[in-house]
T-cell receptor, first 114, second 114 residues
Framework: DVKVTQSSRYLVKRTGEKVFLECVQD?????MFWYRQDPGLGLRLIYF???????EKGDIPEGYSVSREKKERFSLILESASTNQTSMYLC?????????????FGDGTRLSIL | AQSVTQPDIHITVSEGASLELRCNYS??????LFWYVQSPGQGLQLLLK??????LVQGIKGFEAEFKRSQSSFNLRKPSVHWSDAAEYFC????????????FGKGTTLSVSS
């Protein structure tokens, strides 16, 4: 069965810290995505990657970076965490190609920045 | 540019009653349409997808959706709602353009009353 695993379900960090959110998929998917989800705003795309070492900015990349050194792993980095980055973060993956492939999601990481 | 609108933020339905969740999209070419469900504290699960062909698509958990090109709609339906259907539902649109990601609506929260 398809599996996208996010390393933490809940995470509490302090402002100014560098925060790493990890995501691993076991489906050999080429595409991987990071979203943040806030009440009333739905899912907003932060970054996505369509191949190892490749990345594309989404709608809200400011304050974030990503790393994809291996096909199965996609990391989201908050360079200097701020309270407005408190949110639910969702990772997803899909087969290669354009956005006509269904995405498979992890269970999310609820991040609180104090 | 692609966009998705879910006009209803919150809907309450009695258990056993029928359900229709609305989704309108904007896209110049043939869209690829998806419905996802998110239970509290979980990631998103794919309910169904439309790529082409029969405009009435069947999904998991007894859900179906109908693509109406003339109305730019892809409404989700279920004939009889169960209490376990209470969740947040997201409509999404994709394209066949390389380097793109799914565009999600802001979601509709479904409550089920007994």
């Amino acid at each position: 069965d398809v599996k996208v695993t996010q390393s933490s379900r809940y995470l509490v960090k302090r402002t100014g810290e560098k925060v790493f959110l990890e995501c691993v998929q076991d489906m050999d998917h080429e595409n991987m995505f990071w979203y943040r989800q806030d009440p009333g705003l739905g899912l907003r795309l932060i970054y996505f990657s369509y191949d190892v070492k490749m990345k594309e900015k989404g709608d809200i990349p400011e304050g974030y970076s990503v790393s994809r050194e291996k096909k199965e792993r996609f990391s989201l980095i908050l360079e200097s965490a701020s309270t407005n980055q408190t949110s639910m973060y969702l990772c997803a993956s899909s087969l290669a190609g354009p956005s006509n492939q269904p995405q498979h999601f992890g269970d999310g990481t609820r991040l609180s920045i104090l | 540019a692609q966009s998705v609108t879910q006009p209803d933020i919150h809907i309450t339905v009695s258990e056993g009653a029928s359900l229709e969740l609305r989704c309108n999209y904007s896209y110049g070419a043939t869209p690829y349409l998806f419905w996802y469900v998110q239970s509290p504290g979980q990631g998103l699960q794919l309910l169904l997808k439309y790529f082409s062909g029969d405009t009435l698509v069947q999904g998991i958990k007894g859900f179906e959706a109908e693509f109406k090109r003339s109305q730019s709609s892809f409404n989700l339906r279920k004939p009889s709602v169960h209490w376990s259907d209470a969740a947040e539902y997201f409509c999404a649109v994709g394209s066949n353009q390389a380097g793109t990601a799914l565009i999600f609506g802001k979601g509709t929260t479904l409550s089920v009353s007994s």
